[in-house]
């Protein structure tokens, strides 16, 4: 995990930058999270920079053995703490009995939630604990193993649930062993033992600000600008959120567009078409222009697919199909310029034509373009 790779929070990762830089980096730190803002990321792309080989001015290689090490959650200096589920008869009491699953969850979804994290581990509805046993292990891991690397790091997610016995860990807090760092994580600073919020340096991780979670859909899900700073605005500061918000969004949106072009195409069903211009518009001028501009992204990625027989590969599996059968129809001229009648449809309805024979007339174009 890199900073590239965490969404926003670019304050926060020049100030850790420059703790290490100016060899200032402190003995242990607390990321105080929002839900979904990204305090496990930052942690563990920071974990990753403190051990880098060979780091850019911004940011970790990503290439050096280190960088590919603690990205597989593999390093020997790199230790990982999580709740856990314990269950004694399966001998599994502490969090390295559960790294298996953490080498797979945390790499899936860096910004999964506790409830997920605990709930791919369980099959009941269960509280996820820091145990005692984790806790002795942290000391051992610490105090007797040999350092590889630059820094020796204990992550521990979910702080919270250190319950009093964290105190076992203020001595180690207090005179850790040489070049160790703790990266703490939690949501809560309540909950977190006052001895151990004492003797941490607390990191703000605010919810991410809309701009960012905006940039990050754009260029990550590619969707366009316009729809990614209405989802954005919906996220709360949250990338998870985003994405499903994003996700459910272009689902919808990607249904009616399938109906209006079957409608269009067939023209069998008129009433059909009606209904679907008539859910369009009924939109609002805002989703309605930003419908549009989903269709014309799909046309426009359609279009490359016809011409270079690659499909962009999305993660929305319906949408990539979609695009693969669009681009079945594009051969001829007509097709081509579709995405220009698109285009002066968003035109007219930016400036207040009348949506349903916009529409209506778009409609028949594209029968026209797309039968074969
Ligand atoms: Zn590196």
């Known amino acids: 995990m890199q900073f590239a790779d965490v969404v926003g929070h670019d304050a926060l990762k020049q100030r850790l930058r420059e703790t290490l830089r100016e060899k200032r980096v402190a003995q242990s730190y607390l990321f105080l999270e929002q839900e979904g803002s990204g305090g496990l990321p930052l942690a563990m792309a920071f974990a990753q920079l403190l051990n880098c080989e060979s780091p850019t001015e911004t940011d970790s290689c990503g290439e050096c053995n280190s960088c590919h090490?603690?990205?597989?959650?593999?390093?020997?200096?790199?230790?990982?703490?999580?709740?856990?589920?314990?269950?004694?008869?399966?001998?599994?009491?502490?969090?390295?009995?559960?790294?298996?699953?953490?080498?797979?969850?945390?790499?899936?979804?860096?910004?999964?939630?506790?409830?997920?994290?605990i709930a791919s581990i369980s099959d009941e509805n269960k509280q996820g604990n820091i145990t005692a046993k984790e806790i002795t292990n942290i000391i051992k891991g610490l105090s007797l193993t040999h350092l590889e690397g630059q820094y020796k790091v204990q992550v521990i997610w979910g702080a919270e649930n250190l319950e009093k016995e964290g105190n076992k860990l203020l001595k180690l807090l207090e005179e850790p062993p040489e070049r160790t760092v703790f990266l703490m994580v939690a949501q809560n600073s309540e909950r977190i033992l006052p001895t151990i919020l004492s003797r941490t340096q607390s990191i703000k991780v605010p919810r991410i600000a809309e701009e960012d979670i905006s940039k990050a859909l754009v260029a990550e899900c590619g969707i366009d600008e316009a729809r990614a700073a209405q989802v954005a605005s919906m996220a709360e500061g949250s990338w998870p959120l985003a994405l499903h918000l994003a996700e459910e969004g272009s689902n919808d949106n990607l249904g009616l567009i399938k109906s209006f072009l079957n409608q269009s195409i067939g023209r069998k069903n008129v009433p059909q078409l009606l209904k679907d211009v008539e859910a369009i518009v009924g939109l609002g001028r805002v989703r309605l222009k930003q419908f549009l501009e989903y269709m014309l992204l799909l046309y426009r990625r359609s279009m490359v697919a016809q011409a270079t027989g690659e499909i962009y590969a999305g993660p929305n599996t319906e949408e990539n199909e979609f695009i693969q059968k669009l681009s079945a129809r594009l051969g001829t001229k007509r097709a081509q310029k579709l995405p220009e009648q698109i285009g002066k449809t968003i035109f007219y309805i930016e400036r207040n034509g009348y949506g349903k024979l916009v529409l209506f007339n778009l409609a028949i174009q594209v029968g026209k373009a797309l039968k074969q």
Do not use: C
């Open 69 to 117: 090490k603690i990205g597989k959650l593999i390093h020997a200096d790199v230790h990982y703490t999580f709740p856990i589920v314990a269950d004694k008869a399966k001998h599994k009491e502490a969090s390295e009995d559960y790294l298996a699953d953490w080498r797979k969850a945390f790499p899936a979804n860096p910004y999964m939630s506790m409830q997920d994290w």
